[in-house]
């Protein structure tokens, strides 16, 4: 039976730790994504930040479905131990706090110029989950506009090609949409096999804008049948970007995280066999 697990950006609430936190569990929310707090990316924060993050966690009664990390929102042009040393962060705040998973990206390189610069991508792909695996964790590629991995098909030959049970695909419908791609037509085909994570938000295929789910063309109640079918098991997290996205990462606020919760749950009540954590 599909297992669905609730999970969310927090800062897209709040700075705060402890607002993100308050919020997601009085509506009935237990894990968090972390990507940043108190004004502070989650590889920066250090370890007295750390310790409160666990702190809080701990008072909540939560836990991490993933480290949120920038790791591959990077110019392809960069050093390759740039992200290197940023893997090395991402995991050892993954192991201080308890989760496996840190989502990475493919690098954003000049327009036009995939082909150029896919061998470049593709080896940097395949020394991250090296080192990733190494350490015992797992990356999940999260699909993103003007990175290598933006188009259905590129995601794929990432993952087909670095081959590594260390990097998976972390589904994000909305962010095709806003490539003007059809994720349940276009994408999931492609990329089904390989996705173990999901983020949760909709958008609008005629101007790109984010919608809570369900209220965009990112048929959102069509992957959530899908999953269920696949018997998935893992997290769907929100990642609404109702008031603001850009590309570092998005806002939307206390009543927008909640907006985004409760129209998600209006969808799984309609999907049958799956339990909802």
Same mark, same amino acid.
């Given at each position: 039976?599909?297992?669905?697990?609730?999970?969310?950006?927090?800062?897209?609430?709040?700075?705060?730790?402890?607002?993100?936190?308050?919020?997601?569990?009085?509506?009935?929310?237990?894990?968090?994504?972390?990507?940043?707090?108190?004004?502070?990316?989650?590889?920066?924060?250090?370890?007295?930040?750390?310790?409160?993050?666990?702190?809080?966690?701990?008072?909540?009664?939560?836990?991490?479905?993933?480290?949120?990390?920038?790791?591959?929102?990077?110019?392809?042009?960069?050093?390759? $131990?740039?992200?290197?040393?940023?893997?090395? +962060? =991402?995991? #050892?705040? *993954?192991? %201080? &706090?308890?989760?496996?998973?840190? !989502?990475?990206?493919?690098?954003?390189?000049?327009?036009?110029?995939?082909?150029?610069?896919?061998?470049?991508?593709? $080896?940097?792909?395949?020394?991250?989950?090296? +080192? =990733?695996? #190494?350490? *015992?964790? %797992? &990356?999940?590629?999260?699909?993103? !506009?003007?990175?290598?991995?933006?188009?259905?098909?590129?995601?794929?030959?990432?993952?087909?090609?670095?081959?590594?049970?260390?990097?998976?695909?972390?589904?994000?419908? =909305?962010?095709?949409?806003?490539?003007?791609?059809?994720?349940?037509?276009?994408?999931?085909?492609?990329?089904?096999?390989?996705?173990?994570?999901?983020?949760?938000?909709?958008?609008?295929?005629?101007?790109?804008?984010?919608?809570?789910?369900?209220?965009?063309?990112?048929?959102?109640?069509?992957?959530?049948?899908?999953?269920?079918?696949?018997?998935?098991?893992?997290?769907?997290?929100?990642?609404?970007?109702?008031?603001?996205?850009?590309?570092?990462?998005?806002?939307?606020?206390?009543?927008?995280?909640?907006?985004?919760?409760?129209?998600?749950?209006?969808?799984?009540?309609?999907?049958?066999?799956?339990?909802?954590?």
């Amino acid at each position: 039976m599909a297992e669905f697990t609730l999970s969310a950006f927090g800062d897209e609430i709040d700075d705060d730790l402890d607002k993100q936190l308050s919020v997601l569990v009085s509506e009935d929310v237990h894990y968090l994504e972390l990507r940043g707090a108190w004004g502070r990316n989650v590889l920066d924060l250090d370890a007295a930040q750390l310790g409160r993050v666990a702190a809080g966690l701990r008072a909540h009664g939560c836990a991490l479905s993933a480290i949120g990390s920038p790791i591959g929102k990077s110019d392809i042009g960069q050093p390759r $131990e740039f992200e290197w040393e940023r893997l090395d +962060r =991402a995991i #050892r705040v *993954g192991q %201080a &706090l308890g989760t496996r998973l840190i !989502r990475v990206f493919s690098f954003y390189i000049p327009k036009g110029e995939a082909d150029t610069y896919r061998h470049e991508v593709l $080896e940097r792909m395949a020394l991250l989950a090296e +080192r =990733a695996q #190494r350490a *015992g964790m %797992a &990356l999940v590629h999260e699909n993103e !506009r003007a990175i290598y991995g933006d188009l259905p098909a590129r995601c794929r030959d990432i993952l087909v090609k670095v081959n590594s049970p260390a990097l998976t695909a972390a589904f994000d419908p =909305a962010n095709f949409v806003v490539d003007k791609v059809r994720p349940m037509v276009e994408a999931w085909p492609l990329l089904a096999e390989f996705t173990t994570h999901v983020h949760i938000k909709d958008a609008m295929l005629a101007d790109g804008t984010i919608r809570p789910a369900g209220q965009g063309d990112g048929d959102i109640a069509g992957l959530l049948r899908e999953l269920a079918a696949r018997n998935y098991r893992g997290f769907l997290t929100l990642e609404p970007h109702l008031k603001m996205s850009g590309p570092y990462g998005g806002l939307s606020g206390e009543d927008g995280m909640r907006t985004a919760i409760r129209a998600l749950r209006g969808l799984l009540a309609d999907v049958p066999g799956v339990t909802v954590k």
